[in-house]
């Protein structure tokens, strides 16, 4: 599926491109692919890959964009994704989590192939009572981010080759004006200057780099549907800090605990995300997402 039989390059595209995942997934694509980035207001470069500038809640746009292009796989990762952005404005979470995703979809469906589309969702469209949760489990989510996360995925069922991935992940972001929660442990760390992490809320991180080769392979073995993918085990955000401490060997005497729900908005954040991993293993055919390997992994690739 990543490769055409006559050995043309099949067109990719990825929204978000200037994301941490958008631009982790451009990197880490299979060969022989012609890829397009879509970036809203932060352009980047490659020699590889043909950035162009899209609102996708712009119907207009996107659907000039996808018709001059014409993608045969689109792996949708733009998104409004800070849960306090989302609470703060509703109307323009579900503006571009909802009816932006609509936009791509509407377009997509009239291609006159057969195409693939890839949406990735988020533990946040669950209520965190439970934790493990598996694919079939009930969505109940807390906050608007993980209301507009769960609206996006409806859309994605009425095409046949689609694929929703519920997921949380870390890494490095390509952006200079941003920095990612385990980019923040480590400078914070590396600075020593003390932290202080939640040890009663939890979540099943995956590296970027490793998540991005997880999709391409779902791609490439034409599976359809709905996988959670994380690590096999649930940290807390303050065993993660120190998982992160001791990969980058950092000091952990700078990392200090509390209860989430001593933090502001707390209400709207679920206690437990953690996501089983069992089916996208078993589909797959993998023995283990281990944290400990892609915290490594993220490290080599830094330099």
Not at 57 to 80: F, M, S, V
């Amino acid at each position: 599926m990543v490769q055409k039989n006559d050995g043309n390059m099949i067109p990719i595209m990825v929204t978000g491109a200037s994301g941490l995942l958008g631009s982790s997934i451009l990197r880490n694509s299979p060969p022989n692919l012609k890829k397009i980035g879509l970036y809203n207001t932060e352009k980047v470069e490659s020699i590889d890959t043909s950035f162009v500038k899209c609102d996708i809640t712009d119907k207009e746009n996107i659907k000039r964009i996808i018709l001059k292009e014409k993608p045969e796989i689109i792996i949708h990762c733009a998104g409004l994704v800070s849960t306090k952005l989302c609470q703060e404005n509703p109307q323009k979470a579900f503006l571009i989590n909802d009816q932006g995703t609509k936009n791509i979809v509407d377009v997509f469906v009239s291609l006159p192939i057969n195409p693939w589309i890839v949406y990735i969702s988020s533990d946040y469209v669950f209520d965190g009572r439970k934790g493990s949760y598996k694919e079939k489990d009930l969505t109940c989510p807390l906050s608007v981010y993980g209301q507009s996360k769960l609206a996006g995925e409806k859309h994605i069922s009425c095409i046949k080759n689609s694929i929703v991935i519920r997921t949380t992940f870390f890494g490095k972001n390509i952006s200079s004006n941003k920095i990612s929660f385990v980019e923040w442990i480590i400078n914070e760390l590396k600075n020593k200057r003390t932290i202080t992490l939640f040890n009663d809320q939890f979540f099943t991180p995956v590296y970027s780099g490793h998540l991005a080769k997880l999709i391409f392979l779902l791609i490439q073995k034409k599976k359809r549907g709905l996988f959670h993918i994380g690590c096999d085990k649930r940290y807390s955000k303050f065993l993660f800090g120190l998982k992160v401490a001791e990969i980058f060997g950092l000091d952990t005497s700078f990392i200090k605990q509390e209860s989430y729900k001593k933090s502001t908005g707390w209400e709207i954040k679920p206690q437990d995300v953690s996501l089983s991993n069992h089916w996208v293993k078993e589909t797959l055919g993998l023995k283990e997402i281990s944290l400990n390997e892609d915290l490594k992994m993220m490290k080599r690739r830094r330099g």
